[in-house]
C-alpha cells in the first residue's frame, strides 16, 4: 500500500490512481470512509482538478468523471450518494436507501439539511467543504453513522451536538460509544475572523471556552479562530469521551497542492467532498 502520512490523524492513500484521504481510527473500525483532495481528477483551470461541485462552473462532464474516480478509489457507487443542502444551519436528516443518489443523479426533495444520519449499509452520506470542518460520526456499536458540515455558523450553533442527539435519538447511541472525526479545514493559524463572529460564537460558548477557541489576530478587533477547537468542545459537552474526538490536523489554506480553500482562492475553486459508508 502507498500511504503517505499528512497528519498523525490524516493520511494520503496514494495506492490508486485517485489519492484521497483517510483517517486511520475510522478504517480500523472497518469504516468505507475518506476526503477528497484536489489530486486525481480530470477538471481545468481554478478547479484542478479533482473538483466535485456541479454549480462551481466546471463542466458536467469533468464533474461526472471525477466522481467516478473517487468513488472507485473509496469503494462506493457514485449513484447511492446521498448529498447535503448546505446552509450553514444545523437541520440533520435521516437517510435511507430510498434517498440513494439524491443530489448526484435525482433531484433532491429536500432542503436546507447539513448533514445526515444513517444506519443501513451502502449507503454513502456526502458533505461538501473547501475550508468548513467536515464531521464524522461512527457509532460501532450501534452501527450508525452520520456526516455533517460545520462551518463557523454550524460550529457556533453546536451541528456537532445536534448530530450526536439526533445519533441518540434514532438509534440509541450510547454517547460514550460514538467515534468522531474533526475533519480537514482551515486550521487555526489561518482563519481570520472579525468581532461579530466571536459575539455569535458567545451565545454557546462560555468566556473560558472563547479565549480557548479565539485569539487576537495582529489587526484591530481581528481574531484568528479554532473551528478544530469549538468543534471538539461541542462534542464533549455532547458526551463524547476526549480520547473519542480525533483532530485531524489538516489545514485546507496550509496545504494548497493538496486542497481547495475558499478564503486563499478568493472563491475561485473546486469543491471537496467528505464521504462516509457503513
Given at each position: 500500500m502507498n500511504y503517505e502520512k499528512i497528519t498523525e490523524h490524516a493520511w494520503l492513500d496514494r495506492t490508486g490512481e485517485t489519492p484521497f484521504l483517510f483517517f486511520?481510527?475510522?478504517?480500523?473500525?472497518?469504516?468505507?470512509h475518506g476526503f477528497s483532495t484536489r489530486l486525481g481528477g480530470v477538471s481545468q483551470g481554478c478547479y484542478a482538478t479533482m473538483n466535485l461541485g456541479f454549480r462551481r462552473g466546471d463542466s458536467e462532464e469533468n464533474v461526472i468523471e471525477?466522481?467516478?474516480?473517487i468513488c472507485s478509489a473509496i469503494g462506493i457507487?457514485?449513484?447511492?450518494?446521498?448529498?447535503?443542502d448546505q446552509v450553514h444551519k444545523t437541520n440533520i436528516r435521516v437517510a435511507s436507501a430510498s434517498d440513494k443518489g439524491k443530489g448526484y443523479c435525482r433531484e433532491r426533495d429536500y432542503e436546507e439539511i447539513d448533514g445526515h444520519i444513517t444506519d443501513e449499509e451502502n449507503l454513502p452520506l456526502l458533505a461538501f467543504a473547501a475550508d468548513c470542518v467536515p464531521l464524522y460520526f461512527?457509532?460501532?456499536?450501534?452501527?450508525?453513522i452520520g456526516l455533517a458540515h460545520s462551518g463557523w455558523k454550524g460550529t457556533a450553533a453546536g451541528i456537532g451536538a445536534v448530530t450526536v442527539d439526533r445519533l441518540a435519538k434514532?438509534?440509541?447511541s450510547r454517547r460514550e460509544d460514538i467515534v468522531a472525526v474533526i475533519g480537514p479545514s482551515i486550521g487555526p493559524d489561518c482563519y481570520e475572523v472579525g468581532a461579530e463572529v466571536?459575539?455569535?460564537f458567545g451565545t454557546h460558548y462560555t468566556k473560558e471556552q472563547l479565549e480557548e477557541c479565539f485569539r487576537p489576530s495582529t489587526r484591530p478587533?481581528?481574531?484568528l479562530l479554532d473551528l478544530w477547537t469549538a468543534n471538539q468542545i461541542v462534542l464533549t459537552q455532547a458526551g463524547l469521551r476526549p480520547d473519542h474526538i480525533i483532530i485531524s490536523g489538516a489545514c485546507t489554506w496550509s496545504l494548497p497542492e493538496l486542497f481547495f480553500s475558499h478564503r486563499r482562492s478568493g472563491g475561485n475553486?473546486?469543491?471537496m467532498a467528505a464521504f462516509l459508508c457503513l
Open positions: 486511520p481510527v475510522l478504517r480500523d473500525l472497518g469504516i468505507r471525477n466522481y467516478r474516480r457507487v457514485p449513484e447511492d450518494l446521498v448529498f447535503t461512527v457509532d460501532p456499536v450501534r452501527r450508525a434514532v438509534y440509541n466571536r459575539e455569535a478587533d481581528r481574531y475553486r473546486g469543491s
